[in-house]
């Protein structure tokens, strides 16, 4: 039985779950979880009592929760795969440093102003959180600007799952319209080489419902429903 990814619209960071599964090659379903609407119902928390995507109903029918935790689970699972390292080599832990960081820094920069699109903030609260947003978002693109001196990808020479779990969040720049990412050429650069990964574009083309492509390792949607009755007791 393939595992069932839970992945959130708009814009929800499982994108790169997506892209990563993809990469490793590794079948999958999807379940499509509008948020907040459909992530705050008593049937998905079920699924995640936090009312939070991504979530992944295992091969084995278990609820696991966790972006970091999720994309280890899957490569886990396809070891030989050239987007992951062996266990105990530095490789290993530069991909781990990179997750931790996006997963931390990079991610929480975003959420003041994911909170200012969600909730109705007018005056001074909201030109703080903005500048709040703005300012940790700048920070954490200039640290990554540093980090990225002399490599390519995320944790090196090769592309890893942090490449993928990187392009769901990256993309929330644009969204927001924060600042524009060529001020940042390392990071604009990074997000450019991943622009036009085939995964990338299917992910995108699943979020947007548009037609797929071939050669894809998706297995197709179930419903909420479906995936429930899944789950292990
Ligand atoms: N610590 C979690 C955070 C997950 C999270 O906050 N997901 C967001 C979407 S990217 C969400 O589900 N928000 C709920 C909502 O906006 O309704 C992880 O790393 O997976």
């Known amino acids: 039985m ?5 992945y959130g619209v708009p814009q929800g960071s499982s ?17 499509r979880i509008q948020m907040p609407e459909v992530a705050t119902t008593d049937a998905f928390k079920r699924i995640n009592p936090l009312a ?3 979530s992944l109903l295992t091969a084995s029918g278990e609820a696991m929760s966790e972006s970091m935790a999720i994309l280890l689970h899957a490569t886990a699972r396809a070891p030989d795969a050239s987007v992951s390292a062996p266990h105990g080599t530095p490789e290993y832990d530069r991909i781990n440093s990179a997750l931790a960081f996006l997963n931390t820094t990079f991610y929480g920069a975003f959420a003041p102003l994911w909170y200012l699109y969600e909730h ?3 005056g001074k609260a909201r030109d703080a959180l903005t500048a709040y947003g703005h300012g940790a978002v700048a920070k954490a693109h200039a640290h990554l600007e540093l980090a990225l001196a002399g490599r390519e990808w995320m944790a090196g020479g090769h592309r890893s799952i942090a490449d993928a779990y990187f392009m769901g969040i990256a993309r929330w720049l644009d969204y927001h319209g924060v600042f524009d990412r060529q ?12 622009i036009d990964d085939p995964a990338v574009q299917l992910a995108w083309a699943i979020e947007d419902e548009r ?3 071939a050669g894809t390792v ?3 949607h179930v419903s909420l429903e479906e995936a429930l009755s899944r789950m292990r007791a």
């Open 52 to 54: 939070e995507t991504p």
């Open 2 to 6: 393939e595992p069932i990814l839970f």
């Open 218 to 220: 998706f297995a197709g």
């Open 15 to 31: 994108f790169g779950v997506i892209v990563a599964l993809e990469w490793l090659g590794q079948p999958y379903k999807l379940c």
């Open 120 to 122: 109705e903030t007018q």
């Open 183 to 194: 001020k940042y050429p390392r990071v604009h650069g990074l997000h450019q080489r991943l």
């Open 211 to 213: 037609p797929l492509p």
